[in-house]
């Protein structure tokens, strides 16, 4: 049985693209599969359940960030080369050194690149505004160089898999869609009767807290609000206004609080700003909204209206109007037949097209493409050695 391990240094527990899509595909694959993750007892005892081996490292909260960071991803990578496996697969820029190390020494190597680094680095608060560009030139170039040498890179979208194109020796998109039937309604709720509108994932600034919260305000309903919002200036300034006594703060929820959110809202909004990381992004709540039958209200982007209104499953809105967030939720709630359509129309959309399995193909395809070369070399190199020893 061929031996494989995911590596993250970033990500925690039991990660959706990490564990539940990929690291399962490949132990159900029949796979050896391994994950060096940050992770608790929990998540090492339900990965056990699914045939993953979770290596546990926890980050050291002593130091700064650059400090942590570093004793982390080494961390991680001694962890993972004492694995000895025959193919790795990483999950985060920090750990692309380490990635090379790892090809240098004769494995199957792949970069997992889940987002645009340099158009991320340009929307990073702990980044100084100052020095985003030389960092961004900085990463972009370690990445580059990384890229080269790896077995291939695997990309979470068509847009980051095309900065790869004319570096990778092999680029394959793996989107990050949704698994089907993972977020049934935990009970059914009459369209008429369901709560409000929600939103689902991290917060932060440019996730559109500020005008979701206003939209809300200037409607008549409730924004059922899950993901971590940590204590901070932004909290402090979104939680005095007037909207946020409609605002039902979930806080972190699991796969199950997630699909019961979902089943009591009658929309679900992905107002993300035009950051260069979101613009070109396919941010998986969308699909996961589309996935349940809950219409979205997303930020007009291009790429965005090619599903949402090519879909006809949704309401693309100006992102910085929440007069137009706040008439799409009005529109919604007062057409109770448009929000049954649309939810119909997004849950077919995401069986013919936007399913996990169809990208988990991809996925074993690479993997055994990959694993028969190594087999090959290994066996070429069996042939030199015996012919030199027969001379």
């Given at each position: 049985?061929?031996?494989?391990?995911?590596?993250?240094?970033?990500?925690?527990?039991?990660?959706?693209?990490?564990?539940?899509?990929?690291?399962?595909?490949?132990?159900?694959?029949?796979?050896?599969?391994?994950?060096?993750?940050?992770?608790?007892?929990?998540?090492?005892?339900?990965?056990?359940?699914?045939?993953?081996?979770?290596?546990?490292?926890?980050?050291?909260?002593?130091?700064?960030?650059?400090?942590?960071?570093?004793?982390?991803?080494?961390?991680?990578?001694?962890?993972?080369?004492?694995?000895?496996?025959?193919?790795?697969?990483?999950?985060?820029?920090?750990?692309?050194?380490?990635?090379?190390?790892?090809?240098?020494?004769?494995?199957?190597?792949?970069?997992?690149?889940?987002?645009?680094?340099?158009?991320?680095?340009?929307?990073?608060?702990?980044?100084?505004?100052?020095?985003r560009r030389a960092v961004a030139a900085v990463a972009g170039a370690v990445q580059d160089f990384?890229?080269?040498?790896?077995?291939?890179?695997?990309?979470?979208?068509?847009?980051?898999?095309?900065?790869?194109?004319?570096?990778?020796?092999?680029?394959?998109?793996?989107?990050?869609?949704?698994?089907?039937?993972?977020?049934?309604?935990?009970?059914?709720?009459?369209?008429?009767?369901?709560?409000?509108?929600?939103?689902?994932?991290?917060?932060?600034?440019?996730?559109?807290?500020?005008?979701?919260?206003?939209?809300?305000?200037?409607?008549?309903?409730?924004?059922?609000?899950?993901?971590?919002?940590?204590?901070?200036?932004?909290?402090?300034?979104?939680?005095?206004?007037?909207?946020?006594?409609?605002?039902?703060?979930?806080?972190?929820?699991?796969?199950?609080?997630?699909?019961?959110?979902?089943?009591?809202?009658?929309?679900?909004?992905?107002?993300?700003?035009?950051?260069?990381?979101?613009?070109?992004?396919?941010?998986?709540?969308?699909?996961?909204?589309?996935?349940?039958?809950?219409?979205?209200?997303?930020?007009?982007?291009?790429?965005?209206?090619?599903?949402?209104?090519?879909?006809?499953?949704?309401?693309?809105?100006?992102?910085?109007?929440?007069?137009?967030?706040?008439?799409?939720?009005?529109?919604?709630?007062?057409?109770?037949?448009?929000?049954?359509?649309?939810?119909?129309?997004?849950?077919?959309?995401?069986?013919?097209?936007?399913?996990?399995?169809?990208?988990?193909?991809?996925?074993?395809?690479?993997?055994?493409?990959?694993?028969?070369?190594?087999?090959?070399?290994?066996?070429?190199?069996?042939?030199?050695?015996?012919r030199l020893f027969e001379a």
């Amino acid at each position: 049985m061929k031996k494989i391990c995911h590596i993250s240094s970033v990500h925690r527990g039991l990660d959706i693209r990490i564990f539940r899509k990929e690291c399962i595909s490949l132990a159900n694959a029949g796979y050896d599969t391994h994950l060096v993750i940050d992770a608790s007892a929990a998540d090492i005892a339900e990965a056990a359940t699914h045939g993953v081996t979770v290596h546990p490292v926890a980050p050291d909260m002593g130091g700064g960030r650059l400090s942590r960071m570093i004793a982390h991803t080494r961390r991680c990578y001694q962890t993972a080369r004492e694995l000895d496996a025959h193919l790795y697969h990483f999950h985060d820029p920090e750990l692309i050194p380490y990635g090379v190390m790892l090809a240098r020494a004769g494995k199957k190597v792949i970069f997992d690149a889940h987002e645009d680094l340099v158009g991320d680095i340009h929307a990073k608060d702990w980044v100084p505004v100052r020095a985003r560009r030389a960092v961004a030139a900085v990463a972009g170039a370690v990445q580059d160089f990384g890229a080269r040498r790896f077995s291939a890179v695997v990309a979470a979208t068509p847009f980051i898999g095309s900065l790869f194109v004319n570096l990778a020796k092999r680029v394959v998109v793996v989107n990050n869609f949704p698994l089907l039937h993972e977020l049934p309604p935990a009970r059914d709720v009459d369209v008429s009767e369901r709560a409000g509108v929600c939103y689902v994932g991290s917060i932060h600034k440019h996730r559109g807290i500020r005008e979701m919260v206003k939209a809300i305000g200037l409607s008549d309903e409730e924004l059922l609000l899950a993901g971590d919002f940590q204590a901070g200036p932004l909290r402090d300034e979104v939680t005095g206004y007037g909207g946020w006594r409609q605002v039902r703060e979930c806080g972190v929820v699991d796969r199950k609080g997630i699909a019961d959110i979902m089943a009591q809202s009658f929309a679900g909004m992905v107002i993300f700003h035009p950051v260069p990381n979101f613009i070109n992004a396919q941010p998986i709540k969308m699909f996961e909204y589309m996935s349940a039958g809950v219409p979205v209200i997303a930020s007009d982007f291009p790429l965005w209206r090619e599903f949402i209104e090519g879909n006809q499953c949704g309401i693309c809105v100006d992102h910085a109007r929440p007069e137009a967030i706040a008439a799409a939720i009005r529109h919604l709630r007062a057409h109770p037949e448009d929000v049954i359509r649309m939810g119909t129309n997004g849950k077919r959309a995401t069986a013919e097209k936007y399913r996990w399995d169809l990208e988990e193909t991809k996925l074993l395809s690479l993997y055994s493409t990959l694993l028969e070369e190594r087999q090959r070399g290994r066996s070429l190199s069996d042939a030199d050695d015996q012919r030199l020893f027969e001379a």
